[in-house]
C-alpha cells in the first residue's frame, strides 16, 4: 500500500534553513508528484510547492519563491523540502503529499517545525 | 495568489444537508476543473474528498457531493453523521502553475 513517510519534528533559530526528507513507497516513485502543504499553529491549510519526481520540474508559492527549495533523489524514492532564513511565522506543521499536478491522495505524517529563539 | 474565501463556519444537524461554498477568481477555480475538497479532523492530516470538481475517490461516502459555477465550487454533504465534523478545505490549480487552498470551513454538527 502507499506510504509516505517524513523525518521528524525540528526546531530551529531564527535565520536558519530547515531539511524536511518525505519517502514514498508503495508505487513507482516517479509516476507522482509531491506536493509539500504547512499549517501553522490553528491556521488553515497553505500549499507550498510540488515536485515531479519523474522528471523534477518544480512550481512553488509565490510568497515562498526565493526561499523553498524541493530536490528529489530517485535512488531512493524521497524528496527533500529545504525552507531558509527561517522566521516565527514558519513554525507550522509541514505535510508532504503525493498526487497528481492538481489534487493530492496520500498524506505524510507531518512534520513539526519550531522556529524560536 | 490569495486563499480562495470559505465561510469560516456553518452547521447542520444531523440527517440535514449543507453546502460549503469556495469562491475564487478567473485564476484559479474559473479557469480549470481542477479544484478538490479536503476533511480534515482535528490532529489528523487531512483527507481528499473530491477531486476535478465532482469525482470522488474509492471508500468516500456517496453523501458527499460537489459542483462549479463560474469562480465557485460547492461542496455539498447530505444527511449529515456526527463524524462529518471537521474543518473542510478547498483546493485550485491556478493559472501560475501553482496551487491554491480555501481559508477552511468548520462543519459543526449540532
Known amino acids: 500500500q502507499v506510504q509516505v513517510v517524513q523525518s521528524g519534528a525540528e526546531v530551529k533559530r531564527p535565520g536558519a534553513s530547515v531539511k524536511i526528507s518525505c519517502r514514498a513507497s508503495g508505487y513507482t516513485f516517479t509516476t507522482y508528484f509531491i506536493h509539500w502543504v504547512r499549517q501553522a499553529p490553528g491556521q488553515g491549510l497553505e500549499w507550498m510547492a510540488m515536485?515531479?519526481?519523474?522528471?523534477?520540474?518544480?512550481a512553488y508559492a509565490q510568497n515562498l519563491q526565493g526561499r523553498l527549495t524541493m530536490t528529489r533523489d530517485t535512488s531512493t524514492d524521497t524528496v527533500y523540502m529545504e525552507l531558509s532564513s527561517l522566521r516565527s511565522e514558519d513554525t507550522a506543521i509541514y505535510y508532504c503529499?503525493?498526487?497528481?499536478?492538481?489534487?493530492?491522495?496520500?498524506w505524510g505524517q507531518g512534520t513539526q517545525v519550531t522556529v524560536s529563539s | 495568489q490569495s486563499a480562495l474565501t470559505q465561510p469560516a463556519s456553518v452547521s447542520g444537524s444531523p440527517g440535514q444537508s449543507i453546502t460549503i461554498s469556495c469562491t475564487g477568481s478567473?485564476?484559479?477555480?474559473?479557469?480549470?476543473?481542477?479544484v478538490s475538497w479536503y476533511q480534515q479532523h482535528p490532529a489528523k492530516a487531512p483527507k481528499l474528498m473530491i477531486y476535478d470538481i465532482t469525482n470522488r475517490p474509492s471508500g468516500v461516502s456517496n453523501r458527499f457531493s460537489a459542483s462549479k459555477s463560474g469562480d465557485t465550487a460547492s461542496l455539498t454533504i447530505s444527511g449529515l453523521q456526527p463524524e462529518d465534523e471537521a474543518d473542510y478545505y478547498c483546493?485550485?490549480?491556478?493559472?501560475?502553475?501553482?496551487?491554491?487552498f480555501g481559508g477552511g470551513t468548520k462543519l459543526t454538527v449540532l
Open positions: 515536485i515531479n519526481p519523474g522528471g523534477g520540474s518544480t
Open positions: 503529499a503525493s498526487g497528481v499536478r492538481n489534487w493530492v491522495d496520500y
Open positions: 478567473s485564476s484559479d477555480i474559473g479557469a480549470y476543473n481542477y
Open positions: 483546493l485550485s490549480y491556478t493559472t501560475s502553475s501553482s496551487l491554491v
